[in-house]
């Protein structure tokens, strides 16, 4: 079997949405507030709460709607609420952090956040350590503002896209100092990255990305840093991400800072940058939060903490263990742990979210803790995979994936490209052409493809065909897709060889074919 694991993004955020609920009435300093919820139909014992907050002119539906928080409730076992926050005179829903368009109007939000979490706690019987809140745009900055105020209410926050109100940043004080993930492009323009202080943009004086990082860096007291480039699995969507984690030996706090290289305003995995999933990185990092000595101590992750961590300690003293590894392997000797779940990849394509012995049991394949099926693309092969295999196809449009294609052995020639370069052709597909007419025949994926595509055109059969043409990257088109042009023969068979720039360029898209 083979298993590709890669981000589902989302091209387009769509304004028209179905609700999945009604909103909850709940009363707050006069108003009627407002509010979704979801509740998994399994649960744990004692489930976390995640608050999720709209930006500003959105409102709860679309963050329930379409940014994956639900569908991930569901795998992981833990309750979602989505807040309305109340409507300005433009008709927009907003949260109040002090903007100068809402100059004179006084929301109590901090107040209906606090009310609404304790209410959502008692009702539920949930654990008050384990309420966590993010938001995007507006819904991030009233993150930060939570951060600051209202800390002995929520134990951990992820602003996306948000920022730090001057008047904010001055007067931030937090009585409980909690962990923090936030992730922001460099090239937002709504939030600039490097913020506004001079009230350029209108939205008033807000500091810059660094300066935020490095306030919260020493409230919590998280000195030691650790930088990692993670894969650039799209690289079609004009980002890359840096994570910058900060932590301490002393104190149980960390700050996870995903700078989205070339990102701009959006949820990583639904708009934009697809090289992560922002609602699972969201998820995991409040997860990790209250992991329980026993994972911890289970450092082979096999469910018992016994001579097999002692082992694993000693061979990779130094990277990444140490004397505090050992010391906490000894004093939870014996104990026999919950293991994770992860993505399992089933022999009949589909995914399982279960623990690694479960999947190994069944015959599947395993993606370690914390994967998810929502992003995690299952294949034991691939429709149209070899030449032999190729789809019948004529003019018009035909949808088509790559993401489960291995790359074929045929040869190819990249010379008859004329100032391009098909690359290595990876993950490719096939298609089965007869000319419709005596002309000049078009074959394209120009913008209309999820990555970096190669086309090939050979003349003839499998066992029999010659090369005719080839397009890499055209000129007039985005994401390094394809356009090629070439004159047939009505009646004469062709063969459409599609793939990336690399085994690693796969995806998505539509394949046009004209002839006239």
């Given at each position: 079997m083979k298993v590709k694991f890669g981000m589902m993004a989302i091209a387009i955020f769509m304004i028209a949405y179905i609700a999945h609920g009604q909103n909850i009435t709940f009363p707050h300093d006069g108003l009627d507030r407002q509010y979704q919820i979801h509740i998994p139909e399994e649960l744990p014992?004692?489930?976390?709460?995640?608050?999720?907050?709209?930006?500003?002119?959105?409102?709860?539906?679309?963050?329930?709607?379409?940014?994956?928080?639900?569908?991930?409730?569901?795998?992981?076992?833990?309750?979602?609420?989505?807040?309305?926050?109340?409507?300005?005179?433009?008709?927009n829903h907003f949260w109040d952090v002090n903007y100068p368009i809402h100059k004179g109007i006084e929301i109590d939000d901090d107040g209906f956040l606090r009310e609404l979490a304790i209410h959502l706690q008692k009702m539920h019987g949930l654990n008050p350590n384990n309420t966590f809140v993010?938001?995007?745009?507006?819904?991030?900055?009233?993150?930060?503002?939570?951060?600051?105020?209202?800390?002995?209410?929520?134990?951990?926050?992820?602003?996306?896209?948000?920022?730090?109100?001057d008047s904010l940043y001055t007067d931030c004080n937090p009585v409980a100092p909690h962990s923090i993930l936030l992730m922001h492009g460099s090239d937002d323009y709504v939030v600039l990255f490097e913020g506004d202080m001079d009230n350029n943009t209108g939205w008033g004086p807000y500091r810059s990305i660094p300066e935020i990082v490095a306030f919260w860096e020493n409230v919590l007291e998280t000195p030691e840093m650790e930088r990692t480039f993670l894969p650039d699995i799209d690289p079609n969507d004009g980002s890359t991400v840096r994570l910058d984690t900060y932590s301490s030996t002393q104190h149980n706090r960390e700050l996870w800072y995903y700078l989205i290289m070339g990102g701009g305003h959006d949820w990583p995995g639904l708009t934009g940058n697809n090289d992560i999933n922002a609602t699972l990185e969201i998820w995991n990092f409040f997860d990790s939060l209250s992991e329980d000595v026993c994972s911890e101590a289970d450092l082979d992750d096999d469910g018992e903490v016994n001579i097999s961590d002692i082992l694993l300690a000693i061979s990779a003293w130094g990277d990444p263990y140490g004397v505090n590894d050992i010391l906490m392997v000894i004093n939870n000797w014996g104990l026999e742990c919950e293991l994770?779940?992860?993505?399992?990849?089933?022999?009949?394509?589909?995914?399982?979210?279960?623990?690694s012995n479960e999947c190994e049991a069944i015959g599947g394949q395993w993606d370690g803790p914390l994967s998810s099926c929502t992003t995690t693309i299952c294949c034991s092969n691939s429709e149209y995979d070899e030449c032999s295999d190729a789809m019948l196809?004529?003019?018009?449009?035909?949808?088509?994936?790559?993401?489960?294609?291995?790359?074929?052995?045929?040869?190819?020639?990249?010379s008859l490209c004329p100032n391009d370069w098909l690359g290595d052709m990876g993950a490719d597909i096939w298609f089965s052409y007869e000319a419709t007419c005596s002309g000049l025949l078009t074959?394209?994926?120009?913008?209309?493809?999820?990555?970096?595509?190669?086309?090939?055109?050979?003349?003839?059969?499998?066992?029999?065909?010659?090369?005719?043409?080839?397009?890499?990257?055209s000129d007039n088109c985005s994401g390094y897709t394809s356009h090629l042009e070439t004159q047939v023969t009505s009646g004469e068979s062709y063969l459409i060889r599609l793939g990336g720039w690399s085994a690693?360029?796969?995806?998505?898209?539509?394949?046009?074919?004209?002839c006239e």
């Open positions: 014992e004692s489930p976390a709460l995640v608050f999720v907050l709209h930006g500003y002119g959105m409102d709860n539906s679309q963050m329930m709607s379409y940014f994956g928080w639900t569908e991930l409730a569901d795998e992981r076992g833990f309750i979602v609420a989505f807040p309305n926050g109340t409507i300005d005179k433009s008709n993010t938001g995007f745009s507006n819904g991030g900055d009233m993150s930060y503002q939570l951060a600051c105020r209202e800390s002995e209410t929520f134990t951990a926050f992820a602003p996306v896209a948000g920022t730090m109100m994770p779940n992860g993505a399992c990849c089933l022999t009949d394509d589909t995914c399982a979210y279960i623990k196809v004529t003019n018009g449009a035909t949808p088509f994936s790559t993401l489960c294609a291995t790359t074929s052995t045929d040869y190819f020639d990249d074959v394209s994926t120009c913008n209309n493809a999820t990555f970096d595509t190669s086309l090939v055109l050979y003349q003839g059969i499998c066992f029999n065909k010659i090369q005719v043409a080839c397009d890499g990257d690693s360029s796969s995806g998505a898209g539509t394949l046009n074919i004209t």
